[in-house]
């Protein structure tokens, strides 16, 4: 009953109208989503293979992919599907656009069914591929860098993460609920990896080692949270990494290393 009161809530109220409360970030978007559909939400990694309207009767708009991976959710048997997209009077559409062969993060109910304005769509588009819905009232894709970072709005003040961390994060905002939903689909955590920093206090340059693993991102923040400086290096396998901070002020500083699955994170003092 819970999805069918959200559906019904979202309903436009005129003609050629949608309006919806929207959800700020992808995080918050998924944990209102599995709530709404008791479960009954997908979460994946796919490649976005273009936009087609088939010739029908009114207005389709199909937003195809491939499956790569899933990340939460069960889609049993789906290789490649379609998002159902705003035809005018619905609150569907990707909130940002997307990139023909680049790979997302997609947010979708993964009960098969759409939302149509046109009564006589409603009961099914010859299609050859399974068709949802693909939410609009928050940002329902985030892009997939080929570096392997996950880019957009994920959450409050995160705007990039690994991608085999990105399940972390989920797992964050989802609480309890998240090893229910994932369904046995999210990956398997690794342990923690010991890390350490030398020399500490630093005033020219510190080098943090570590057991051999690929590092995506390298970021250095502040006390205050704001990132002060950014490296990138696409999964690179390393044992140690070493970082100039000879031109940032004495004070206290965090390190991040995004790598397979975790965040190495360190507390650094600069003289």
Not at 118 to 147: H, M
Not at 162 to 184: T, V
């Amino acid at each position: 009953m819970k999805y069918l009161a959200f559906l019904l809530f979202f309903l436009p109220s005129t003609a050629y109208a949608c309006s919806c409360l929207f959800t700020a970030t992808f995080c918050e978007y998924a944990a209102q989503y599995v709530e709404w559909t008791e479960g009954e939400t997908a979460v994946v990694r796919a490649t976005y293979l273009g936009f087609r309207s088939p010739d029908v009767d009114g207005f389709a708009p199909l937003y195809d992919f491939r499956l790569e991976g899933i990340i939460g959710g069960s889609l049993p048997g789906v290789s490649r599907f379609s998002l159902w997209g705003q035809d005018g009077g619905n609150c569907n559409g990707p909130v940002a656009p997307l990139e023909e062969g680049e790979q997302y993060i997609v947010l979708f109910p993964s009960r098969e069914g759409y939302t149509s304005y046109f009564p006589g769509l409603q009961s099914g588009v010859d299609n050859p591929y399974p068709i949802y819905d693909f939410p609009g009232c928050g940002p329902a894709s985030l892009k997939v860098e080929a570096g392997g970072s996950v880019t957009g709005p994920i959450a409050p003040d995160l705007q990039r993460v690994g991608l085999a961390s990105f399940a972390r994060e989920l797992e964050n905002c989802l609480g309890d609920k998240f090893q229910e939903w994932a369904g046995g689909n999210g990956p398997v955590l690794p342990q923690p990896i010991e890390a350490d920093v030398f020399p500490n206090p630093a005033n020219e340059s510190f080098t943090v080692t570590f057991t051999e693993t690929p590092i995506y991102d390298v970021l250095l923040y502040d006390l205050a949270g704001r990132l002060i400086w950014e490296e990138q290096l696409g999964g690179a396998v390393r044992t140690e990494h070493s970082i100039n901070v000879r031109s940032l002020p004495a004070g206290v500083y965090f390190l991040v290393m995004e790598t397979d699955g975790l965040r190495i994170k360190e507390r650094v003092v600069v003289l």
